[in-house]
């Protein structure tokens, strides 16, 4: 029974659209009709609601609104005309004038500011870390050499958004996914090798402020500000082998692999980072853009929770792992697709 009924809603919530869409389309031949006939008052019998839906096209709005423009300022209404011209700025708000248009026309465009006011940018991109020491504290460093940080290649992705104070100036927040890792090789008991090759589950909160300029088209900026990290998770393949094929691989009594082994315990939760970002964006159509961003982290908390660093037995006795007290530094190079909103007014 309850799938009748769902299917009886459907069927007259498509019915009523039908209906209302071809009431929309009638309406749009009448007004043309009336305009070229020079009925003017007939235009007043418009329905607006037929702007707010899909029953139009965006040129169709376009056109309609064009032409109760021109019948205002036709019948010198001012207040009409500059209503309507409110409405096709939203509809449309990357009109161009066209070489037809009344010089009243174009005068009353020309009078409305139309600036961004909401950016949304959604990014995907690939980083790189590298990971200074601030301390060493591994069983190597004291034995031999110390360790070797090698940054691996991660990727970072999520939304960014912009709000505009002024069209030159902007303040963001976001939220990012990233993914990032690093390989470290540690000489231990002077013929023995321990791998570590942890990865980090991060969520950034970038915020900040972007100067920027537009030129035909494009859009460049540069910004600043502070991005924070909450570790949601870092997991490592642990490893150890030979320095030489003189010695036996391993050592007695331990695993010589250990995959996806969970090390968040010994890594701070919360961190933070200074930020400074630039690009470049293009328009592509009705409020897209395209965008390419270059941005750079500079890490400013120790990434080691230092409570907990000698408490994971399974690092210390079965891979004589202590690590090192380091920071994060990140770059991450990011393509996206932007979403513009814009502030119109008088």
């Keep these: 029974m309850n799938k009748w009924k769902i299917t009886i809603v459907l069927l007259f919530t498509l019915f009523f659209k039908n209906v209302v869409g071809q009431d929309c389309y009638q309406q749009v031949e009448n007004i043309k009709r009336a305009y070229y006939n020079g009925n003017f008052d007939e235009l007043n019998s418009f329905d607006k609601d037929c702007l707010k839906g899909n029953h139009l096209s965006?040129?169709?709005?376009?056109?309609?609104l064009r032409l109760l423009i021109d019948a205002a300022i036709i019948e010198n209404n001012q207040k009409a005309a500059t209503e309507n011209m409110q409405l096709l700025l939203e509809v449309n708000p990357e009109l161009t004038i066209r070489s037809t248009d009344r010089a009243a026309f174009i005068e009353l465009y020309n009078s409305f500011k139309i600036d961004q006011k909401i950016k949304f940018n959604f990014q995907i991109g690939s980083n790189q870390s590298d990971y200074p020491i601030l301390f060493y504290r591994s069983i190597s460093s004291i034995t031999s050499e110390p360790g070797n940080y090698q940054p691996d290649k991660g990727f970072s992705s999520g939304i960014m958004v912009d709000y505009y104070l002024k069209d030159f100036a902007s303040v963001f927040a976001g939220v990012l996914f990233t993914s990032t890792s690093y390989v470290e090789r540690e000489e231990i008991l002077d013929?023995?090798?321990?791998e570590i090759n942890e990865t980090y589950h991060l969520l950034n909160i970038p915020l900040g402020v972007k100067i920027s300029k537009q030129i035909k088209g494009y859009e460049s900026f540069i910004g600043g500000g502070v991005s924070f990290q909450y570790l949601q998770k870092s997991f490592a393949d642990l490893s150890h082998f030979p320095l030489t094929n003189e010695f036996v691989s391993g050592i007695p009594g331990i695993p010589e692999f250990a995959q996806n082994y969970n090390t968040s315990s010994i890594r701070k939760?919360?961190?933070?980072?200074?930020?400074?970002?630039?690009?470049?964006?293009r328009k592509i159509g009705n409020s897209l853009e395209v965008n390419m961003v270059y941005q750079f982290e500079y890490g400013l908390n120790n990434l080691?929770?230092?409570?907990?660093?000698?408490?994971?037995?399974?690092?210390?006795?079965?891979?004589?792992?202590?690590?090192?007290?380091?920071?994060?530094?990140?770059?991450?190079?990011?393509?996206?697709?932007?979403?513009v909103i814009y502030r119109i007014k008088e």
């Excluded at 037995?313 to 530094?329: C, G, H, P, Q, T």
Aim: proline share 0%; net charge positive.
């Design 58 to 64: 965006k040129n169709e709005k376009s056109e309609v």
């Design 191 to 194: 013929y023995q090798f321990v």
């Design 269 to 281: 939760k919360y961190t933070k980072s200074w930020l400074i970002l630039g690009g470049v964006s």
């Design 304 to 339: 080691v929770n230092v409570n907990n660093r000698y408490k994971d037995e399974v690092l210390i006795n079965d891979y004589a792992y202590v690590s090192d007290d380091f920071k994060r530094n990140m770059s991450t190079f990011f393509i996206g697709i932007s979403k």
